[in-house]
């Protein structure tokens, strides 16, 4: 495998500086989205009850905007949520070296379907069922990189976590 990061020897994933270092950079920018979210629902809040004029057009219209604005905090809230469960798992298995195989024929529920062969090319190599690879937003993002270098930390029959070297470009795996 193409890979210039060694895997880590950690007991566990989370212990890897650059993997933290990467996890709690998106955590950061999951909670900043929401702050800056959940501030412009208030001062829509402040404007509708606060602000009066002769017209009401400026209440009114701060007024409509409070129930749409609050469907804008469930991004966020959900990055925040996946990316929790994400940490559970880098908390639970230290990373290992792995070979990532797009499966365009599988048929998955979301996400892409993925291969993994786990260990090295000289030994004995275990591949894993075909898995779901996906963000928290469910889409079919791929990144080819992957199928250059990948570590994976979870278990090899129920899924896990996959990344690039470093803990860059996290995606969850999930047996289908």
């Known amino acids: 495998m193409k890979t210039d990061v060694p895997v880590p020897?950690?007991?566990?994933?989370?212990?890897?500086?650059?993997t933290r270092h990467a996890h709690e950079r998106a955590r950061r920018k999951a909670v900043v989205s929401l702050l800056i979210r959940i501030a412009?629902?208030?001062?829509?809040?402040i404007v509708a009850t606060v602000v009066e004029s002769d017209s009401q057009l400026i209440e009114g219209t701060a007024s409509f905007l409070l129930i749409p604005t609050v469907f804008l905090w469930?991004?966020?809230?959900?990055a925040l949520v996946w990316l929790r469960s994400?940490?559970?798992?880098?908390?639970s298995f230290p990373w290992q070296r792995c070979a990532v195989v797009r499966r365009?024929?599988?048929?998955?529920?979301?996400g892409t379907g993925v291969q993994l062969r786990l260990g090295d090319r000289d030994n004995e190599s275990l591949v894993t069922p075909v898995m779901?690879?996906?963000?928290?937003?469910?889409?079919?993002?791929w990144s080819g990189k992957?199928?250059?270098?990948?570590?994976?930390?979870?278990?090899?029959?129920?899924?896990?976590?996959?990344a690039r070297p470093g803990g860059h470009g996290v995606m969850t795996l999930q047996s289908q």
């Open 74 to 78: 469930v991004g966020p809230a959900k």
């Open 104 to 110: 365009q024929d599988a048929q998955v529920r979301t």
């Open 146 to 162: 992957l199928e250059d270098a990948a570590w994976f930390a979870g278990s090899p029959d129920r899924g896990g976590i996959i």
């Open 9 to 18: 020897l950690a007991k566990c994933a989370f212990d890897d500086p650059a």
């Open 86 to 91: 994400v940490e559970n798992v880098l908390k």
């Open 132 to 141: 779901a690879a996906r963000t928290w937003r469910r889409r079919k993002r």
């Open 40 to 45: 412009g629902w208030l001062t829509l809040l």
